[in-house]
């Protein structure tokens, strides 16, 4: 068994680059003023490096069927370039770029900008800031409590997207893709089939070829624009409030308080004496159902707050408060929780 520890005199914001065809490499950010490596392999290790007080180049060769370490400081620059890695990157406060052929790849806790491209295996997002793009091929990807923009690129695969606080742009190609308990603005494309649910997200538009469940939220101001090739799914919770376009071939509306009328192939309707939100859905067949949604649905759903959004939706509906000023306040309660957060 080949043991190799080595540490590098490296500045606090320096860049550091490493290589590394195969193996598994764990990255961890520290308050050091140095960069720490540990390589356990089976094999001889190859180690070749370049260092200077601002910048440090560590290239590995060979096949290392140890787990290596690095440690590095928080407001260094990183890059790593793999082919076959199992990679853990975490506790890092600046730019992390990864270029990785096949894997499985973790991202954690990083507030920063993170770019990313990835050829096969799986990938995952744990409560990061800040900017993420990922180019991926045949990646399993999930993404947890991400606060920021996340724009994701994703050739084959499934996505299960799960707490997002910001904007997304996703290009989807076949597969099942689940976005969940998240708000912001969310834009995509896809090819496969999609889930948006227990979301509270300002302004959705969409274009798939797969089917769309979308369940809307509680008294909240919100566009919706989505256009399919196949059928939607979307869920009503009683006390939301919106005015609803469905250009549709066929329609199943299982919810009496949401009268639609039907003119120049449009269903149109509204639900809710003042709607505050707009529903435009083009595609096959539309079923429309009443949904609950669960008291521990999401973070994002305090029970407090729903309560707060549903006393101004009610007002609305009894005539004691204008449409408009509802509208205000439902926008200051949610600038509100986001400066808390």
Not at 259 to 269: A, R
Request: hydrophobic share 35%; charged share 30%.
């Amino acid at each position: 068994m080949a043991h190799l520890s080595k540490e590098f005199n490296i500045t606090l914001n320096g860049k550091v680059a490493l290589s590394l065809d195969k193996g598994e490499l764990d990255v961890r950010g520290w308050d050091e003023e140095c960069c720490k490596l540990v390589v356990e392999s089976e094999k001889p290790i190859k180690l070749n490096h370049k260092a200077k007080s601002d910048k440090l180049y560590i290239s590995l060769a060979g096949e290392l069927t140890k787990q290596v370490q690095v440690y590095l400081p928080k407001m260094c620059d990183l890059f790593v370039d793999g082919s076959y890695l199992d990679l853990s990157i975490a506790n890092l406060d600046y730019k992390v770029k990864v270029d990785n052929g096949n894997g499985k790849t973790s991202i954690t806790n990083i507030d920063g900008e993170i770019k990313v491209e990835q050829s096969k295996g799986s990938i995952e997002f744990v409560s990061n800031h800040g900017k993420v793009r990922a180019d991926l091929g045949a990646v399993e990807t999930e993404v947890y409590n991400h606060q920021g923009e996340i724009n994701l690129d994703i050739g084959r695969g499934n996505l299960n997207l799960k707490g997002l606080d910001g904007d997304a742009r996703l290009i989807l190609a076949k597969g099942k893709h689940v976005v969940t308990d998240s708000r912001g603005t969310l834009n995509f494309n896809s090819s496969g089939d999609i889930s948006i649910t227990s979301s509270r997200f300002t302004r959705v538009k969409g274009r798939g070829f797969g089917d769309t469940v979308l369940h809307l939220p509680i008294a909240y101001v919100a566009n919706y624009s989505l256009t399919t090739s196949g059928d939607f799914y979307l869920g009503i919770p009683s006390d939301s409030a919106f005015s609803l376009k469905a250009k549709v071939k066929s329609i199943d509306n299982k919810v009496d308080s949401l009268q639609l009328t039907k003119g120049n192939g449009e269903y149109k309707g509204d639900k809710g004496l003042h709607p505050l939100g707009d529903v435009s859905l083009e595609g096959k067949h539309l079923k429309i159902e009443s949904i609950v949604l669960k008291d521990d649905s999401a973070d994002f759903y305090d029970k407090e707050e729903n309560q707060e959004s549903l006393k101004i939706l009610r007002m609305v509906e009894e005539g004691t408060l204008d449409p408009q000023k509802a509208e205000e306040l439902l926008e200051t309660f949610e600038e509100f929780e986001k400066g808390e957060n």
